[in-house]
């Protein structure tokens, strides 16, 4: 599916893009203000944020014709992607994919009574306007996703709360196809749910979610305690709004949608037995279906809701819910893990404090950082960004390709590595909040959201490593000012605290947490539309970064726990091996699209122990594989759909991105025949423009196997990593029959 701009042909041309500014704190938060024309004057807009709304006025660093080096390439690569850095060392980008981000935003505003700035709201439809499938005019889970019931009642909904009129063509459009998918009457539970708290759905309809979970004892392996991270922080405020069957008043225009959404068959709204829809689930929508177990489940808890739950319970419950919430809020100072909990616990906290409690006024004004300004409007992310990330991938890869050496760009990677230090953990989550200890780790995005992640807290101790040892970096850094021993060590105790001890995962690392309950706990599964997501699964990517981070902490500081930390590593390394496919050596990405991405990753943990296509089945099994999914003009092409289907399957059109990732593997796995790497090096060179800039292809990330999501740095950061990778393995001259 293309997108294509068209808010402008229909009367919603952008608001003026020279008026907004990008304030970006030391800590790598994000906010958007939009000045009148008289402050904009002495207000200079960055240059960084011209390129983030595609402005004409945009300096781009000076176009060079006669780029032959492969390295050369890679300088200008960075030269490009240095003027998107902050002063603060991060860059930032919207982190956009998911078209369910900034419903949930829009739709607490609206329950809350909270005022939206009208340029905000304009920036909202075009962006949602701009996402429409361009043949029927609905949306989907994601932004590369088929219409579907739960994507098109929502942005529908979306579009009609910010003030999109009924007879808009946009909404005519988006109605039909409502229509055609059934109506909302088959939404997915959380589309339920949202309706229902809006007024436009019985909460009869909706399957419960009760709040007595979290009074079970923490022993028993169904606690939502040991859910993973993002199910439980969604299902606590869930819980807690649903059993009080919590709605915003009815208004006037929630009335007129309530006639829009369904079938006309189904009106009067009144007539509309929801009980008798609480499994209807459109066909299209459905990517993980209920088990019976869950039904009969739903089915008893839904009597025992009716007829059974005293009063003092659910009140009771309800108090615990919501002191653990208050919990979340103290841990990342009100932003919550991701914007999905986030607007549920916003909505909760307005309940229960009022709309002039120092707790609610801080939700309004963290709200502002999960959104981000493009060209094709304003959208909330899928977090509050990836600063730690992307910043450990921009230190790594630039010295990986040598260019530390370059003084222009010196200050580039000293930005972000004092970026990274600013960023690490320095205090633990309060008491009985189902938290592990965090001091030491790193989080995805800002040290306020507070969420270690494996593979982030791995990938910058690594980063911090590379550069204090560096030769040309490390000599500008004073010895008291770098990272304390005592921080290392906790770093790595917090990765190897992640790392999975069970029979089934041994040696692999999950995302946030060790798994904490059993994979069958899967059937219980309520969100119909993802897969995997009730408890923490090993990942190879989040096992393959830890095992970066470990190696790097141990050639640099040898004497710390050598043996738990060789067999850590030992472990982990089996756990990739084994986590190949026995048949066609690959492996299954479930953060990046997908086998691809997963191969270059495992690759390199593999080669980072010594492990080649040579010497290892592994290594030249995995190499294969990505051989044999090599397209003729030598690049890679791999679709969201193989993460959807667990099968390979490529789009036709090959992509930077991914003919980087399997480059950067079949360099570090040193695949004996260097052609297939030079055609594939020249792909890249070849996509560059003159400036340096490699344009979006294809969207490159995913989660729970069914959601896509953009990480617009990759562009930049891969081909910077496989260009440098072959500059240092053949040599700095031309590639062999290249331009
Ligand atoms: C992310 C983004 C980063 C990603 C990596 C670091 C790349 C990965 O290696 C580990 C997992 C992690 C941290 C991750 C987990 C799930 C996230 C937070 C996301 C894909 C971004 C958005 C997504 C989150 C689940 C969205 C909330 C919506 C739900 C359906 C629960």
Redesign the pocket.
């Known amino acids: 599916m293309t997108q294509r701009y068209y808010s402008d042909e229909i009367g919603l041309p952008p608001s003026d893009r020279s008026l907004w500014r990008l304030r970006v704190s030391e800590l790598g938060a994000s906010k958007w203000e939009f000045l009148t024309e008289e402050q904009a004057r002495n207000d200079p807009q960055k240059n960084s944020t011209k390129y983030h709304l595609k402005m004409d006025t945009f300096e781009p660093p000076a176009a060079e014709e006669s780029i032959v080096f492969p390295i050369d390439a890679a300088k200008k690569g960075a030269e490009f992607f240095s003027l998107l850095q902050e002063e603060s060392g991060v860059v930032l980008h919207q ?1 956009i994919g ?1 078209m ?2 900034t419903t949930g935003w829009v739709f607490s505003s609206y329950f809350t009574n909270s005022p939206i700035n009208p340029v905000v709201k304009h920036e909202f439809i075009r962006y949602i306007v701009n996402n429409a499938h361009p043949v029927d005019g609905g949306w989907g889970l994601h932004t590369v996703d088929k219409s579907t019931c739960f994507g098109t009642t929502i942005n529908y909904v979306l579009l009609r709360l910010l003030g999109l009129e009924k007879d808009h063509p946009v909404c005519v459009k988006a109605r039909a196809t409502l229509h055609k998918l059934g109506g909302a009457i088959g939404l997915p539970h959380w589309g339920k749910a949202w309706l229902a708290l809006l007024n436009l759905f019985g909460w009869e309809g909706v399957n419960p979610a009760p709040p007595e979970l979290w009074m079970l004892p923490y022993s028993m392996f169904i606690h939502p305690g040991r859910w993973w991270v ?2 439980r ?2 299902y606590l405020p869930l819980a807690y709004l649903s059993a009080n069957r919590s709605t915003c008043k009815l208004d006037p225009l929630l009335e007129e949608i309530r006639s829009e959404i369904y079938l006309p068959r189904q009106l009067p709204y009144e007539s509309i037995d929801f009980s008798k829809h609480r499994n209807t689930v459109c066909g299209v929508d459905l990517y993980y279906p209920h088990s019976r177990t869950l039904d009969t489940l739903n089915w008893v808890v839904c009597k025992y809701e009716k007829y059974l739950r005293p009063d003092w319970l659910l009140k009771k419950s309800s108090k615990a819910v919501y002191e653990l919430i208050k919990k979340e809020c103290a841990n990342s100072d009100y932003l919550c ?5 986030f607007a549920f616990n916003m909505i909760v906290t307005y309940l229960e404090e009022g709309p002039d409690s120092y707790a609610f006024s801080r939700f309004m004004e963290r709200r502002e950082d999960v959104i981000f300004h493009g060209p094709l409007g304003m959208a909330v992310m ?2 509050n960004g ?1 600063q730690v ?1 992307d910043t450990a991938f921009m230190c790594q890869y630039l010295i990986m390709a040598g260019l530390e050496t370059d003084p222009k760009f010196h200050d580039m990677i000293m930005r972000g590595y004092h970026f990274l230090r600013r960023s690490q953990f320095t205090d633990e989550c309060v008491d009985g909040s189902f938290r592990d200890k965090r001091k030491g780790a790193w989080p ?1 995005s800002t040290k306020t959201q507070g969420y270690t ?4 807290t791995a990938e910058a101790m690594k980063a911090i490593l590379m550069i204090e040892n560096n030769d040309s970096l490390g000599k500008y850094i004073p010895m008291e000012d770098r990272i304390a021993r005592k921080d290392l060590e906790d770093a790595v105790e917090r990765i190897l605290f992640i790392q999975n001890t069970g029979s089934f995962e041994f040696g692999s690392f999950s ?2 947490e060790q798994i904490r309950a059993t994979p069958a706990l899967e059937c219980l599964s309520p ?1 119909e539309v ?1 897969n995997n ?1 009730m408890v923490e699964y090993p ?1 190879v ?2 096992t393959d ?1 830890s095992v970066f981070g470990l190696v790097s902490f141990s050639t640099y500081h040898p004497d710390y726990k050598p043996e738990i930390i060789l067999k850590s590593i030992d472990t982990a390394i089996a756990y990739i091996e084994d986590a190949q496919d026995k048949f066609d050596g690959s492996w299954y990405g ?3 699209i997908c086998y691809t991405y997963a191969a270059m990753f495992a690759v390199e943990a593999l080669e980072t122990v010594g492990k080649v296509y040579s010497t290892s089945e592994h290594v030249k099994k995995g190499l294969d594989f990505l051989i044999s999914k090599q397209e003729e003009d030598g690049g890679w092409s791999e679709s969201m759909k193989s993460c959807e289907t667990h099968t390979y399957i490529p789009t036709g059109q090959t992509q930077v991105v991914q003919t980087a990732w399997a480059t950067i593997a079949l360099i570090l796995g040193e695949y004996p025949d260097r052609r297939p790497i030079d055609k594939a090096i020249q792909l890249i060179m070849e996509r560059q423009s003159l400036h340096g800039e490699w344009n979006f292809e294809y969207i490159e ?4 196997h069914s ?1 896509a ?1 953009e ?1 617009p740095t990759y562009r930049f950061l891969f081909p910077i990593k496989a260009l440098g990778l072959y500059a240092r393995r053949f040599g700095g001259n031309a590639v062999p029959g290249g331009k």
Do not use: L, Q, R
């Open positions: 982190y998911p369910f981000m993002h199910t922080c969604i893990i991701a914007p999905v909990s899928g977090t990836g990330w995805f992640v494996s593979d982030c995302s946030y969100a993802f997501i990942y990517e989040c970064s479930s953060w990046g990330g995913v989660f729970n959601c999501i990480y």
